[in-house]
């Protein structure tokens, strides 16, 4: 079955960028009935969507992170990454990569996710 | 955006209680929500999408129902591995997809 693993950056200083990529295994990036999500979840607090991208390269990010966040999708390596640039520490947090699966075209749900990977931002 | 709140936010019950959760959706986002679970230390588990489908390998004894703006999650029996923290999700209108605050199941 398809797994999706976080790597990167474990720790980050403020206003540099944070780089992280997912590999996907068990099935190609490039299938028309899923898109490719990362989320982000701050200590003892709720998730938050960061953005989507499909294989065809179209976006979607989190207006509120708009301006600092970009995904991009990696074919030749089954993976897509993240970056987030000039980080403080309201970054911090476990980021998460998912898959989204569609219906028609229409987002339906994440599943599966990758275990995580903890982010710090701290100088 | 649109706001999904969760009800209530904190959830103290027993193993064989019958237990709903509730996410009220600011606007109408038809049947385009899911439910997640929480364990600490982990990724969320997807357990239901569309409002009431329930996600291939989940147990029976999770439901869900609702479409517009109100849904809820049930558990019918609670099982020592339902203690928990449930998520719900929207993905009708975006960007931004929204998350519920979380409701955290504790042991009575």
């Known amino acids: 079955q398809v797994q999706l693993q976080e790597s990167g950056s474990g720790v980050v200083k403020p206003s540099q960028t944070l780089s992280l990529t997912c590999a996907v295994s068990?099935?190609?990036?490039?299938?028309?009935?899923?898109?490719w999500s990362w989320i982000r979840q701050p200590p003892g607090k709720g998730l938050e969507w960061i953005g989507h991208i499909y294989h065809t390269g179209s976006i979607y990010y989190n207006p509120s992170l708009k301006s600092r966040v970009s995904i991009s999708v990696d074919k030749s390596n089954n993976q897509f990454s993240l970056k987030l640039s000039s980080v403080t520490a309201a970054d911090t947090a476990v980021y998460y990569c998912?898959?989204?699966?569609?219906?028609?075209?229409?987002?339906?749900?994440?599943?599966?996710w990758g275990q995580g990977t903890l982010v710090t931002v701290s100088s | 955006d649109i706001q999904l709140t969760q009800s209530p936010s904190f959830l103290s019950a027993s193993v064989g209680d019958r237990v709903t959760i509730t996410c009220r959706a600011s606007q109408d986002i038809y049947n385009y929500l899911a439910w997640y679970q929480q364990k600490p230390g982990k990724a969320p588990k997807l357990l239901i999408y569309?409002?009431?489908t329930l996600q291939s390998g989940v147990p029976s004894r999770f439901s869900g129902s609702g479409s517009g703006t109100e849904f809820t999650l049930t558990i019918s029996s609670l099982q020592p591995d339902d203690f928990a923290t449930y998520y719900c999700q929207q993905l009708n209108s975006y960007p931004p997809i929204t998350f519920g605050q979380g409701t955290r199941l504790e042991i009575k």
């Open positions: 569309s409002a009431s």
């Open positions: 068990g099935g190609p990036i490039t299938s028309d009935y899923y898109s």
């Open positions: 998912a898959r989204v699966g569609l219906w028609f075209g229409e987002l339906n749900w994440f599943d599966p």
